[in-house]
């Protein structure tokens, strides 16, 4: 089979629909279906499995390609056409997706034609799992799942019915229509922030008192992450300086890591100059030890124990020092009180163009919850917007940092 590249094709937007083995593969004949009603150019690509379920001629018929079944069949072209497959896709949709095909994309396993062209593509991918209760509920599928997401990977989570095994719960395909509008809601996306380079901070500092104890605070690295992941997605090219969190980065973003506040002025200081927009989502501690004790700090029978802590550098009123003509610098200010007048003063303070406040002491906002609920700070005024994921708040975070972008 030979694909054409993306330069070479028409204006139609390709989707490659990989079909895994299970009972609902035959869905995936109306999923094409409906992807071609709208427009839309579809390649299959079937693992072996699920050739015993719909036989691949169904899909050639319907798609009029050719389905690329398995790799080392023609060793001659196999390569090729992965590789050419992977280009070629505008949306990589995996429906029914079993959880072997989720398994080997969490942990980065090539084995077939499927697995290899998935792993190949750079398009967004989209996944719609369907299999047995138990096998979705079991914590290796949902850990699977989690790494797919902080990945970028879009998932149609599966509905809650019979299924076809005789038992009732979730697991079942979600509705093909569903799954047709998401793929096109992805296909139609935007992708405004092509072209920009985007570095995000994100998550807290730590800063040693001995071999075996930190100062730090109860930043997650949520909320940057979010932004992270949202603006690759939207196009940018983005760099995540990343203090210690316990969450997957995502697909497609350039990883620093950081320990100390000055480790991430550092990165920063080296990162920053070639960037178009900086949101600094991160927590760095503002203090750290004087004396870092070289042994571990023994109890002292009672006695008062007094800690000396230095300041430590502010990382975004340096990093505004420094700022280029054109730069946008978001920041970001987790209040007790007096949210907007403390905003306000740091807009200022750090010269920041916008500044993300918010009250912690909210329900749904601040630590290590998934919600967030922000007021968007820019010289011009406030845009106070109501209780939402974090994943909405990056996306409004962004719409307005690339307003303010194309501003100057
Ligand atoms: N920030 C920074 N360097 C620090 C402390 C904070 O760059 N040492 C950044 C954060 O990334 C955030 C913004 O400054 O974008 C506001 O952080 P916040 O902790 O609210 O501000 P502080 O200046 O530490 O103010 P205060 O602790 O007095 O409220």
Redesign the pocket.
Known sequence: MSVPLKSMSSEKKCVVLGVTGGIAAYKACEILRLLQKQGMDVFVVMTGNACRFVAPLTFETLSGHPVAVDTFERPATWEVEHISLAKRADLFLIAPATANIIGKMACGIADDMLSTTVMATRAPVMIAPAMNTGMWENPATQQNIATLIARGVHVVAPATGHLACGDSGAGKLEDVAVIAQRALDVLRARRDMEGLRVMV?AGPSREALDPVRYVSNRSSGKMGYAIARAAAQRGAQVTLLSGPVSIAAPQGVRLVRFTT?QE??DRAMECAPEQDILI???????YRAKEIAPQKIKKRGGEELVLRLIE????????GRAKREGQVF??????TNDVTA?ARD?LV??S?DM?VANDVTKPGAGFDVDTNIVTLITREGERELPLMTKEEAAEHILTRALELRLAR
């Open positions: 901070t506040t991430l002025l600094q989502a991160a927590a760095p501690a503002d430590n550098p502010d990382v975004a009123a340096t990093l978001v920041g970001f200010a987790a209040e403390h740091k303070r750090k920041l500044i």
